[in-house]
């Protein structure tokens, strides 16, 4: 691609992935604190300078249990920063793509959730993430705005990595096995990005490229089955799998509710873009490997 990519989140796991896989594209990645949406004046500074072809906002206040007793600085880093990276995309003429969540959804549909579906959030965290989206989109620039979800990498605070650190402490773990969704590798994403960005370099901008997709990894599965899956492929590496009990919602309580279902159809992100994300299972393969021996696959 010509031109330099600016990216949000610094060393966070989807601006990492984004990094390894630009590796021929000039990335210029940011974040605090010279980077931060809770000093607005950052932002500016963060875009001004040197001409780019593209903004990728990958930073965000993703603490969902914090966010509760939180909400204005949730606010200011899911809706109001992202608001202004919009705001300056569109005056630039650059296409902007934005990370959003399934969070925005309340887990009751019993289905996949389409782009068009309304949106419930349970939580404070899922209604900024909402805001978000609607400022991005109300700027009239360039906006692709990515709903993604259960975002799992070698790096950085998820899932995964929890899992492991648990079972370095216990042979006994209570995992949730009745909220249903999808891992997404951030790996994976990040290619999903840039391919958007390429698409829309080679074509040029098109209306029907804004607007909101999903995008997460094809499958489906729940936390204990995600934890399952991770101790099959750690035991490639001599870990001995813990006993992981199934447990239910109430059983582990949290200050924030969390969607029971939410799924993401992700047919409107192969039906313009030709792109669907591979399947959880065989990306959680390379990533548990790496984690491990520390080489990318």
Request: aromatic residues 6%; glycine residues 10%.
């Amino acid at each position: 691609m010509r031109g330099t990519i600016l990216v949000t989140g610094g060393s966070g796991q989807l601006a990492t992935a984004l990094l390894r896989a630009g590796e021929d594209i000039d990335i210029r990645r940011v974040g605090r604190p010279e980077f931060d949406f809770d000093h607005p004046e950052t932002i500016e500074k963060a875009v001004a300078g040197q001409p780019l072809a593209a903004i990728v906002n990958a930073a965000a206040y993703t603490a969902v249990d914090a966010a509760e007793d939180d909400a204005e600085a949730a606010f200011r880093a899911n809706r109001d920063g992202p608001a202004r990276l919009a705001a300056l995309s569109a005056s630039a003429g650059i296409p902007f793509i934005h990370v959003s969540t399934d969070y925005v959804f309340d887990g009751t549909k019993g289905a996949p959730y389409h782009e068009s579906d309304p949106t419930v959030p349970l939580g404070v965290y899922g209604a900024s993430k909402r805001a978000g989206e609607e400022e991005v989109l109300a700027a009239g620039g360039r906006a692709v705005v990515l709903r993604t979800a259960w975002v799992i990498s070698p790096v950085g605070r998820n899932f995964v990595r929890t899992m492991i650190a648990a079972r370095g402490k216990t042979d006994h773990l209570r995992v949730v096995a009745d909220q249903c969704g999808q891992p997404t590798s951030a790996a994976d994403l990040a290619a999903a990005i840039l391919a958007i960005l390429r698409r829309v370099e080679s074509a040029g901008w098109q209306e029907r490229f804004g607007g909101i997709f999903h995008a997460a990894g094809t499958g489906e599965t729940t936390w204990h089955g995600l934890a399952t899956a991770v101790f099959e492929e750690a035991a490639r590496h001599g870990v001995t799998p813990p006993e992981i009990a199934p447990i239910r919602t109430e059983d582990w309580p949290t200050r924030a509710r969390r969607p029971a279902d939410s799924r993401l159809d992700c047919g409107r992100l192969a039906e313009i873009f030709d792109l669907r994300l591979p399947p959880w299972r065989e990306s959680l393969h390379g990533l548990v490997d790496e984690l491990f021996d520390g080489r990318p696959r």
